[in-house]
């Protein structure tokens, strides 16, 4: 089995967000439920990402850690956006700044790709995640994930990291201020 280094697809949907979780127990099996409460827009929304994953993986797998993960959602913009001639009014804003927050939306994405495209979503060390409209009909999301490598293209050891933080101070070091 090969290992990417680096994948980029687009998964075309409308990109919807992870919600709260809650968890009961099934009163005729006894058993614990958890169910999102995004649901069936999540459901298919995370079952949009996973499969454009599973394509652009092509069966290889899991990119190592560290990883870096890259998103642009493209998301639909209202009809209250446009004049009744179909023009843009001067007055819409150029980004979404209304629900669902990007935070949210990231959550379901990532978690789509869990045992796909990584093992963990933990194993994500940086992001850089922002949502635009969309100037036609195709909303959905452009992914990019990589692993990590350093200016020199050289994994690092420990032995680099110890050197790297040698005389720095660390957050545990500055004392706490006193309350004013």
């Known amino acids: 089995m090969t290992q990417l280094e680096f994948v980029s697809f687009v998964a075309l949907g409308l990109p919807s967000p992870s919600g709260s979780k809650?968890?009961?127990?099934?009163?005729h099996t006894g058993r614990i439920v958890v169910v999102d409460s995004g649901g069936k827009k999540t459901k298919t929304w995370r079952?949009?990402?996973?499969?454009?994953?599973?394509?652009?993986?092509?069966?290889?797998?899991?990119?190592?850690?560290?990883?870096?993960?890259?998103?642009?959602?493209r998301m639909p913009r209202p009809k209250s956006h446009y004049a009744s001639n179909g023009d843009l009014r001067t007055n819409a804003p150029w980004v979404p700044i209304v629900r669902p927050d990007v935070t949210k939306l990231l959550r379901s994405t990532e978690d789509a790709m869990t045992?796909?495209?990584?093992?963990?979503?933990?194993?994500?060390?940086?992001?850089?995640i922002h949502r635009t409209y969309s100037h036609d009909e195709h909303t959905g999301a452009r992914i990019t994930v990589f692993r990590v490598r350093w200016k020199n293209?050289?994994?690092?050891?420990?032995?680099?990291?110890?050197?790297?933080?040698r005389g720095r101070t660390s957050l545990a070091d500055i004392p706490k201020a006193s309350p004013a």
């Open 115 to 128: 045992g796909i495209v990584w093992y963990d979503d933990a194993q994500i060390c940086e992001q850089n």
């Open 153 to 165: 293209g050289e994994n690092k050891t420990e032995a680099d990291f110890q050197e790297f933080y």
């Open 22 to 27: 809650s968890a009961f127990r099934h009163r």
């Open 47 to 73: 079952t949009v990402v996973a499969h454009a994953a599973r394509a652009a993986m092509g069966g290889s797998g899991f990119i190592e850690p560290p990883i870096a993960l890259h998103i642009e959602f």
